[in-house]
């Protein structure tokens, strides 16, 4: 059984100020895999002065120091791999080839794509009769999510080392072994002490004081759209900089051509991946409403080919991530069979033979309409929704009809529609055919929250922006 005990703060690790402690279940089994220690505002106070301590001198590191910094991390991170795949398989229920892929490439992509980024970042510029500079803002909180612990660690430790900030992280405390292991490799690679510090917890403990502490100067936030606007609530005293990435409904336009089937199959899948568990999942499938029928019987034996069962073995999902995850689930799709639409696959309970652990069935609903609760709620499980459109106004009509802006898609044989599609969508994000770039921004309109991550883009939320007037003097 795993146990971590102790904090990084100041470069070391040290013995929390009180001795409380959290168990972290396994969700594959329903048994305890370790426990980690609970942090409290006298932890956060000295990981953010560690913090302040250190910002002076990392804050005016070089370029190529910082570029260093970073390939000694990927190094380490390369060398730890097996060890964070599987602690995202025990505090998670990650399946082995899951974690062992997209989950650990998520980040070490990241990684790879900041320090190309900062290489050719330009921090300075001359604009008239001035210079424009671009300076670290400060100490940041960093406060992320369990679903892709290591995506949302990189995504914002990375650019934030980037540009020179200090910082302060708080893994998930439903995902605190592969965060803790990330401070391990950090450390490894010879981080400055004070640079980076980890405090685990949950949100009250941890999460509250951190977000609104007097000496943080930013606060980056990946979760629920609920605790988003709680986290911008606390820090609005101290009018420090917040971003968020928050929740989702993303739409997934499918269209009228020879290539639907195919991209039926392919919306299952991916709405399948990693239990359903992702804000930028394609949710709500739109789909011609002639074709309707065809669209069922595709998604029903796509949906069938996705397996369900223990994460150490070969299936294609494991469980949700928590019994208050499995719960919420279950009864999300009760409501879809009460409010009238069509189940397709999956449905209540357990899938047969697992009577333990917190497995959800892969489920599939047809005939949604668009103020159905499962069409509004992020419901975050191996759940989609099918909902049929007219034309490809009433298409891009539907799709953003949502409180959220995450993450959309376009899938088609007709690129230019596709593109036209694309432009017309309310979404941070809109990928065409599956498109995928680690240097395109992520980030949300609405109630998906705000700001921009991955890539170059990801570096402007941690920079303050100086007019420096008078530099270049006008010529006489």
């Known amino acids: 059984m795993r146990e971590y005990l102790k904090f990084y703060i100041g ?26 220690s609970v942090g409290s505002a006298a932890d956060v106070d000295r990981a953010v002065a560690a913090a302040r301590e250190a910002f002076p001198a990392w804050s005016v590191s070089s370029v190529a120091d910082r570029v260093d910094l970073l390939g000694s991390i990927s190094e380490v991170y390369t060398k730890r791999r097996d060890d964070l795949a599987a602690a995202l398989t025990e505090e998670m229920g990650a399946p082995s080839a899951l974690a062992n892929g997209f989950q650990l490439d998520l980040g070490a992509g ?9 290489r050719d970042f330009s921090f300075e510029q001359e604009l008239g009769q001035s210079l424009i500079v671009r300076e670290p803002i400060g100490v940041c909180a960093l406060i992320t999510p369990w679903n892709w612990p290591l ?57 509250v004081p951190l977000s609104g502490h007097r000496d943080v100067d930013m606060v980056s936030f990946t979760g629920s759209t609920r605790a988003g606007v709680e ?31 195919d991209n039926v199959g392919k919306g299952v899948v991916t709405m399948m991946l990693n239990s359903g568990q992702t804000c930028s999942a394609p949710s709500r499938m739109l789909v011609p409403s002639a074709r309707m029928e065809e669209v069922i019987d595709v998604a029903r034996t796509a949906a069938a080919a996705v397996t369900v069962g223990d994460p150490q073995g ?31 696959a999956g449905g209540p309970g357990r899938p047969d033979g697992l009577a333990k ?26 759940v989609l929704t099918i909902i049929g459109y007219d034309s490809v106004d009433h298409a891009v009509e539907i799709a953003n009809d949502t409180e959220y802006g995450l993450a959309a898609f376009v899938a088609g044989d007709d690129l230019d529609l596709a593109r036209s599609i694309a432009r017309r969508i309310r979404s941070g994000s809109v990928a065409i055919n599956d498109g995928f770039d680690f240097c395109a ?17 990801g570096f402007d939320d941690y920079l303050e922006t100086k007019g420096i007037l008078g530099y270049t003097p006008a010529s006489s």
């Open 441 to 457: 921004p992520f980030g949300g309109y609405k109630k998906s929250g705000n700001g921009r991550e991955w890539g170059a883009f």
């Open 151 to 207: 995506n949302q660690i990189a995504v914002k430790v990375f650019p934030a080392l980037a540009t020179g900030c200090t910082m302060v992280l708080k893994p998930s405390e439903r995902s605190p072994f592969s965060g803790q292991i990330f401070a391990e490799i950090l450390d490894e690679a010879g981080v400055p002490a004070g640079v980076f510090n980890v405090v685990q917890g949950d949100g009250p403990s941890v999460g």
């Open 11 to 36: 470069g070391r690790w040290v013995d929390p100020a009180q001795s409380a402690t959290m168990n972290v279940v396994n969700p594959a089994t329903e048994e305890v895999a370790g426990r980690v």
């Open 231 to 261: 986290i911008a609530k606390n820090a609005a005293p101290g009018v420090k900089r917040v971003t968020q990435e928050l929740g989702g409904k993303g739409p997934n336009i499918l269209l009228d051509d020879a290539s639907l089937a």
């Open 357 to 382: 652990g917190f497995y959800v069935k892969p489920t599939v609903f047809a005939d949604v309409k668009n103020d159905m609760t499962i069409a509004r709620e992020e419901i975050f499980g191996p």
């Open 110 to 118: 990241h990684l790879g794509t900041v320090i190309e980024s900062l």
């Open 314 to 344: 070969d299936s294609t999902i494991g469980p949700v991530v928590a019994e208050s995850q499995f719960v919420k689930i279950q009864n999300l799709i009760q409501q879809g069979i009460d409010e009238g639409a069509t189940l397709v």
